[in-house]
C-alpha cells in the first residue's frame, strides 16, 4: 500500500460537524444558542476570540475539565492515550498550511494549549491547588534521548498547542504533564498528515474480550527501534482466551478506530511520512527476521506532531507501512480506518498528506517565523466510545435467538434490554435474580482488591412471559417441606443425597440430615435420585411449597387479604374533580380484584373511609338498602367504629357499593374545608385489618401537606437553601419519627399502604413515604393534577396497583453456602433483626438487593450458593413460600472476576447504595464516594488484568465498558445533582422509586431510550433502531420517542414535513401542535397507527404508566426534554460523557501511579 495514499479526510476543524448543531455551549463561531447560558469558556470549535483567558481556578486543571485531587502527576516514560474499548476519532487535523512552531519554542502567555483530556469547561466547585498545567512544546528535532521542553501554560480551556516536543512520540509526557517549562512563542502546529494504516490480515478470535491492551507498549528506552508493530512483542497470551472479541466493534462499529500495537504508545518509528522524507533511526537494533532494515530509510515523519493514536480494540495496531519493511506482518485485527491521535490526546481521522504541506519538516519555509492561526481545540468523538446502543444491539444478535437455559452454574445471562426465553434447569431465572458477578471472588482480600460490590437483585414474584412456566406449588402434606436440620435450608438440586438416599449433605452448611421416610427414594448410578425429574425441588432453579400452620402467625391458618379504599374529600381533591373520578373508576375495578388461577371470584373484601379533618367509615353490609356513614371526629384516639359490615365481599354487597359511590361525590360536593390529617388514616386502616384478623392493602389518596391538629401534624419544612450544604441529608428524612414507628405496627400486621399523592405544593413525601416505604408498598405522584391530562395516567396506575399480584405478611429470607452471607440488603421493607426483610405486602413489580460478603474462603471447585425463601399469604389467603436457588462460580484469577460481571445490575446497585447514603452523607461525599469506587474498579482491572502499556490508556473490561456512562447518569440523577426546576419532594420520591426498581427499570431510568419515529417501518412488528441520548443525534426534520419508565416525549423537529405532522397530530402546520396532548389523537393512516402502537408496547413493558409529553423544538418544554439527554452536559452542571470519561481516566491514573 503506498504510504501517501490519500486517507478519509474529514471536516477541516474550524467548521461545525454535522450532526452536532446546538451542544449546550456556544455554537460554533462561538455564537451564543438561544436560551443556553453564556460559558466562559469558548467555542467547541472555533478558534478562541483573542485567545485571553480568564486564569484557571486553582486546582482547576484545564486538561481535564475536571476537578483534580493536587497538581496533575507528572507521569514519565508513558503516552496517554485512551484505549481499547475505547476511544476513536476527533475531528480530522486542521487544514491550515502554516508552518510547524520552531522547536523548543513556547506559547506566548495568553495562547493556550490543549491537552489530552476533554473540553475544560465542567467546572464543578472545585478545591484549589496552585500549579498551572504545563504541556511541552509540539515539534522538535528528534534526538534520541533528548529531554523535550514544555511550554507553560496558564489558562483555562486549552487550544490546540503545538506540536509534540520529540518525535520519542512524546513518551515522556504524553500526560500532558509538566516536565520544566521555557518561554520562546512558538507558532501552533499545521496540519499533519499520516498515511492510512497498514491492512493486516484478521486475528483468530482468540484475543481478550474485555478490550484489554494485551501488548508491552514502546516507550522509547526500550530495547531495539520500534520498527515493526509485533516487534519482539509475542502477542502476549491474552488473558481471557477463547472468548470472541467483542470489544467495540470493528470497522462495521465504530468508524475507524485503530487499535495500537501496545493498545497504547507506539514508539518513534511509527508512523509513515504524510510526504516522504526520510530520517534516521531512531535507535540502533538488530532487524527482526524477516525484515531489512535500510538505514536511514525506515520513512518517518521527523515532525510528528502528536502521541500515537489509542485503541479500542484489545489487537495490535494495525501498523503503517514501513519503507524496508519486508516478511508478513504481524496478525492482529481488521485493519481500521485509522485514528491519529491529536495533540489533545484524543483522536482524528489520519489524513492523507495536505496539500502544499511536506509532514516531515525538511525545508519547510519560514519555519520558526511567526505563529499562525491557531486551530480551535476539539472533543473526543463521541462515536468513537462505547455505545450503550451498540452493547445493548450485539447482545440482542447474539443472545436473543436461542432460549437461556438455566442448567450451568455460573452462566451469565443475557441483558435486560434483550428479549430471551428462560428454561430453568436447576437455577433461578434471570426474572427472579440477577447478580453483579457470576464469578466471585475466593477470598475477601481479592474482593476487596477489586472492589466489585458482590450483590443480587431479586425479584421474587416477578411476572413471567406467557411462554415460560410459573413456578410449580409443591405439597409435602402436614409434613411440609424437607429442610436441613443444622441451616433450616430447604431441600433444592444442590443437596448430595447419600447412604443409598437416606440422607442427604446439606450444599449449604454440610449438615447431614435424615431423609424423612415418606420422602425416601432410590439413587440411580450417578447418585441422583430416581424421581428427580418428577420433583421440581431437585430439579428446577425456582418452586413453591405450600407452607403448613407451623409457617403462620399464632398458629393458624390466614384469612383473605382486605383491601381498604381511603378518599381525602378536602377542598382541592373536590373541586379538582378527584373525587368523582375515583369513584366513578372503583364501580368498575372492584370486578378486577386479584384471585387465584381458576378462582371464580376474588376472596378479597374490600372497605371504604373518606376524611379531611375527620374520619367517615361506612357500613356497606349487604343485607342495607343504603350505605350507613360514621363519623370519627376524635383523632388523636382512633378507632373504628363498625366491625361488621365494613369489610364485604364486592359481589354480595355490590348495589350497597355501588349507592356509596354514587353519593360519595355530592356528598363533600360543597365542602370548605382544606385541611387534612394523614397519620390517622393509617392508623384507622390498621386497627380495621387488626380487628378483622386479617393482612391487607390501604389505597389511600392524598393531596396536601397534612396540617390539622392530629398525630403525625407536619409542617412545611421545604428549604431549597439547603440544597448543596451539609443539611441537605435532613431534606430526605422523616420530620417526625413517628412514621417510623407506625410503619413498624404496620407491618406486624401485613398492613401495606400504597399512596396515591396530587399535590399543588410542597407535600413532603420524604415524611408520608416512610410507612409506603417500609411497608412495601407504593407510591404514585401526580403534581398538579389535572383531570384533563392526568386523569388517563392514574387510572392506569390505578388499575394496575390493584390488579397485580401481591404477597402479604411477607417475609423474606437468604441462605448462603459456607464463605459468604447477605450483610446489606436495599428496598422497600422493615427489618427487625439482622437476617430477615419483612413486607407487609410484596408486588411483582418489587425487588430487595442484597450485598454479601466473605466470612471465610470459597473454593473455585464448589463454587458459591444462594437460596432465597419467601414466605408470604397468597391473595386467596394460602401461606405459601417461594424459594429461588441460585449457584455462582468462585475465582482466583481478578480476570475471571471482571469477565463475568454485569454492569447493568452493578449500576441498579450502586444507585440504590448512593441513595440511601444521601439520608446519611452531604450529597457531595456520596457522588464522591461513587467516582472513587468505580475509578477503583477500573483501576484494579487495569493493574491486573490489562497487560502492561501506558498509563495514559484507558482500558476498560469488555463487560464493564458502559460502566462510565451508566455511572455518570447516576451522578447526574435529581436525587444526587438536581437542577433548579426540581422539588424537594420529587427527588424524594425518585429516590424511594429507584430503591426498589429492577435492573430493566433501572437501566431505562438513568439511560433513556430514544428512538426516531420517522424511521420507524410502518409495515412492521418491530421498533425503530434506537439512537444515542445526546443532542447532536436529533435531525430537526424528524420525530423523536423518549421514555424513561416514568414519562414518554414526543420530540419534534421544527423543520418535519407537513405531511407527518398531519398524519401525527392532525394538524396542518408545527405551529398548530398543542403542547397540552396527553395522547395522540387516533387517525386513520399507518404513521399514527404505527406510533401509537409503539406506545402502547412501552406502556406494556413498564410497571407505571408514563405520561406522554409532546416537545416542540425550540418550546420551553425542551429544557425538561434535553435533561434526558444524558450523554449531554446537563443545566445542573452535570458533566457529558466524554467529559466523564476523561475524569474516570484522569482518576484511574492517579490510583496507579
Given amino acids: 500500500m503506498s504510504v501517501n495514499q490519500q486517507a478519509h479526510t474529514g471536516p477541516p476543524y474550524g467548521q461545525p460537524q454535522p450532526g452536532y448543531q446546538g451542544y449546550q455551549q456556544p455554537a460554533y463561531g462561538g455564537q451564543p444558542l438561544p436560551g443556553v447560558p453564556q460559558s466562559q469558556y469558548g467555542a467547541y470549535n ?167 491492551g494485551l501488548y508491552t507498549p514502546y516507550t522509547a528506552s526500550q530495547g531495539p527501534s520500534p520498527t515493526s508493530v509485533s516487534q519482539g512483542l509475542p502477542l502476549a497470551q491474552p488473558p481471557f482466551p477463547g472468548q470472541p472479541v467483542s470489544t467495540q466493534r470493528l470497522p462495521t462499529q465504530v468508524p475507524g478506530f485503530a487499535p495500537s500495537p501496545s493498545s497504547t504508545g507506539i514508539g518513534p518509528s511509527s508512523y509513515p511520512p504524510s510526504t516522504g522524507a526520510s530520517r534516521p533511526p531512531t535507535m540502533p537494533g538488530p532487524p527482526l527476521p524477516g525484515q531489512t532494515v535500510a538505514g536511514p530509510s525506515m520513512s518517518q515523519p521527523n515532525h510528528v506532531s502528536s502521541p500515537p493514536p489509542p485503541s479500542t480494540m484489545s489487537g495490535p495496531h494495525p501498523g503503517p507501512p514501513m519503507s524496508g519493511l519486508h516478511g508478513p506482518p504481524p496478525p492482529t485485527h481488521p485493519p481500521q480506518p485509522g485514528y491519529q491521535m491529536q495533540q489533545n490526546g484524543s483522536f482524528g481521522q489520519v489524513r492523507g498528506p495536505q496539500p502544499n504541506y511536506g509532514g516531515a519538516y525538511p525545508g519547510t519555509p519560514n519555519y520558526g517565523s511567526q505563529p499562525g492561526p491557531p486551530p480551535p481545540p476539539k472533543r473526543l468523538d463521541p462515536d468513537s466510545i462505547p455505545s450503550p446502543i451498540q452493547v445493548i444491539e450485539d447482545d440482542r444478535s447474539n443472545r436473543g435467538s436461542e432460549p437461556f437455559v438455566t442448567g450451568v ?94 440422607r442427604f449433605q446439606c450444599c449449604f452448611c454440610s449438615c447431614v440430615t435424615e431423609v424423612p421416610p415418606h420422602y425416601f427414594q432410590h439413587l440411580d448410578h450417578t447418585g441422583k435420585r430416581v424421581d428427580f425429574y418428577d420433583r421440581p425441588e431437585l430439579s428446577l432453579g425456582s418452586y413453591e411449597f405450600l407452607a403448613t400452620v407451623d409457617y403462620c402467625k399464632n398458629n393458624k391458618f390466614p384469612s383473605p387479604p382486605a383491601f381498604i379504599f381511603m378518599i381525602d374529600v378536602s377542598y382541592n381533591a373536590v373541586k379538582s374533580g378527584l373525587v368523582r373520578l375515583i369513584c366513578e373508576e372503583l364501580k368498575s375495578l372492584l370486578d378486577y380484584l386479584p384471585r387465584e388461577g381458576n378462582m371464580k371470584e376474588s376472596a378479597i373484601r374490600v372497605g371504604f373511609v373518606t376524611y ?213 440488603f436495599f428496598g422497600a421493607f422493615y427489618m427487625s433483626n439482622t437476617t430477615d426483610v419483612e413486607m407487609a405486602g410484596l408486588d411483582c413489580n418489587k425487588t430487595i438487593t442484597v450485598e454479601f460478603k466473605h466470612d471465610d474462603k470459597l473454593s473455585e471447585d464448589s463454587g458459591a450458593l444462594l437460596q432465597c425463601a419467601l414466605l408470604y399469604t397468597s391473595c386467596a389467603g394460602q401461606r405459601r413460600l417461594r424459594i429461588h436457588n441460585l449457584s455462582l462460580n468462585c475465582c482466583t484469577q481478578l480476570a475471571d472476576l471482571y469477565r463475568n460481571c454485569e454492569t447493568d445490575t452493578l449500576i441498579n ?63 447526574k440523577s435529581d436525587v444526587l445533582q438536581p437542577g433548579p426546576e426540581v422539588t424537594t419532594d420529587d427527588r424524594a420520591y425518585i429516590r424511594q422509586l429507584v430503591t426498589s426498581m429492577d435492573v430493566a427499570e433501572t437501566n431505562v431510568f438513568f439511560y433513556p431510550r430514544l428512538l426516531p419515529l420517522t424511521k420507524a417501518d410502518v409495515d412492521s412488528d418491530s421498533l425503530p433502531a434506537a439512537i444515542r441520548n445526546s443532542e447532536e443525534r436529533l435531525s430537526k426534520g424528524d420525530i423523536y420517542l423518549l421514555e424513561n419508565g416514568l414519562n414518554i416525549f414526543v420530540w419534534v423537529g421544527v423543520n418535519v414535513q407537513q405531511g407527518l405532522i398531519q398524519n401525527l397530530f392532525g394538524v396542518s402546520s408545527f405551529s398548530q401542535i398543542s403542547n397540552a396532548l396527553s395522547t395522540l389523537p387516533v387517525l386513520e393512516n399507518p404513521f399514527s397507527k404505527k ?31 434535553k435533561h434526558f439527554l444524558v450523554e449531554d452536559k446537563s443545566l445542573s452542571g452535570g458533566a457529558s460523557y466524554v467529559d466523564f470519561l476523561c475524569h474516570m481516566h484522569k482518576e484511574i491514573r492517579q490510583l496507579l501511579s
Fill in 612 to 824: 379531611n379533618k375527620v374520619l367517615h367509615f361506612y357500613n356497606v353490609k349487604s343485607s342495607l338498602a343504603q350505605p350507613q356513614m360514621m363519623v370519627v371526629s376524635d383523632v388523636a384516639d382512633m378507632f373504628v367504629p363498625l366491625l361488621d359490615g365494613f369489610l364485604v365481599n364486592v359481589n354480595e354487597s355490590r348495589t350497597v357499593i355501588v349507592s356509596l359511590l354514587d353519593q360519595i361525590p355530592e356528598m363533600f360536593a360543597d365542602t370548605r374545608e382544606t385541611e387534612t390529617v394523614f397519620a390517622p388514616v393509617i392508623q384507622a386502616g390498621l386497627e380495621a385489618l387488626k380487628a378483622a384478623e386479617c393482612a391487607g392493602k390501604l389505597f389511600i389518596f392524598h393531596t396536601s401537606l397534612p396540617i390539622a391538629e392530629a398525630p403525625g401534624k407536619l409542617k412545611n419544612r421545604d428549604d431549597k437553601k439547603l440544597i448543596n450544604t451539609d443539611k441537605e441529608k435532613t431534606l430526605f428524612q422523616p420530620q417526625t419519627s413517628f412514621y417510623n414507628n407506625l410503619a413498624k405496627d404496620c407491618v406486624a400486621q401485613g398492613c401495606c399502604v400504597d399512596l396515591f399523592l396530587f399535590p399543588n405544593q410542597y407535600l413532603d413525601v420524604a415524611t408520608l413515604g416512610v410507612v409506603t416505604y417500609q411497608t412495601g408498598g407504593s407510591i404514585y405522584k401526580y403534581a398538579y393534577f389535572q383531570l384533563e391530562t392526568d386523569q388517563d395516567r392514574f387510572l392506569n396506575d390505578l388499575r394496575r396497583d390493584v390488579q397485580k399480584e401481591v404477597g402479604f405478611d411477607a417475609v423474606m429470607r437468604v441462605r448462603t453456602s459456607t464463605g459468604i452471607r447477605a450483610t446489606d
Fill in 909 to 971: 446497585y450502586l444507585a440504590k447504595y448512593a441513595y440511601r447514603g444521601v439520608l446519611s452523607s452531604p450529597v457531595k461525599t456520596v457522588r464522591d464516594a461513587l467516582i472513587n469506587q468505580c475509578a477503583q474498579i477500573l483501576a484494579c482491572y487495569r493493574k491486573n488484568c490489562a497487560s502492561p502499556s501506558s498509563a495514559g490508556q484507558l482500558i476498560l473490561p469488555e463487560c464493564m465498558k458502559l460502566l462510565p456512562v451508566y455511572l455518570n447518569c447516576v451522578l
Fill in 409 to 502: 452454574r455460573g452462566q451469565v445471562p443475557p441483558l435486560v434490554t434483550t428479549n430471551f426465553l428462560v428454561k430453568d434447569q436447576g437455577n433461578a431465572s434471570p426474572r427472579y435474580i440477577r447478580c453483579t458477578s457470576y464469578n466471585i471472588p475466593c477470598t475477601s482480600d481479592m474482593a476487596k482488591q477489586s472492589q466489585v460490590p458482590l450483590a443480587a437483585v431479586i425479584k421474587p414474584l416477578a411476572t413471567l412471559p406467557l411462554e415460560e412456566t410459573l413456578p410449580y406449588l409443591v405439597d409435602h402434606g402436614e409434613s411440609g417441606p424437607v429442610r436441613c436440620n443444622r441451616c433450616k435450608a430447604y431441600m433444592c438440586p444442590f443437596m448430595q443425597f447419600i447412604e443409598g438416599g437416606r
Fill in 1091 to 1121: 406510533v401509537r402502537s409503539i406506545v402502547d408496547m412501552l406502556q406494556v413493558q413498564r410497571s407505571r404508566y408514563m405520561k406522554l409529553i409532546i416537545v416542540k423544538q425550540e418550546d420551553k418544554l425542551e429544557m425538561l426534554f
Fill in 46 to 212: 472555533g478558534p478562541m476570540p483573542g485567545y485571553q483567558q480568564p486564569v484557571p481556578p486553582q486546582g482547576y486543571f484545564p486538561s481535564l475539565g475536571f476537578p483534580s485531587k493536587g497538581s496533575p502527576v507528572s507521569l514519565n516514560s508513558d503516552t496517554s492515550s485512551l484505549a481499547p474499548n475505547f476511544i476513536g476519532s476527533l475531528r480530522a487535523p486542521p487544514t491550515s498550511g502554516a508552518p510547524p512552531p520552531a522547536s523548543g519554542a513556547s506559547l506566548p502567555s495568553g495562547h493556550l494549549t490543549y491537552s489530552q483530556f476533554g473540553h475544560g469547561d465542567v467546572q464543578n466547585g472545585i478545591p484549589a491547588s496552585a500549579a498551572p498545567m504545563q504541556r511541552p512544546p509540539a515539534s522538535q528535532p528528534f534526538l534520541p534521548g533528548s529531554a523535550p521542553t514544555p511550554v507553560s501554560q496558564t489558562s483555562t480551556f486549552q487550544q490546540y498547542g503545538p506540536t509534540p516536543a520529540s518525535v520519542q512520540q512524546l513518551s515522556n509526557h504524553m500526560a500532558g504533564m509538566t516536565i520544566g517549562s521555557t518561554t520562546a512563542p512558538a507558532p501552533p502546529p499545521a496540519g499533519l498528515g499520516y498515511g492510512p494504516p497498514t491492512s493486516v490480515p484478521p486475528v483468530s478470535g482468540s484475543f481478550s474480550a474485555t478490550g484489554s
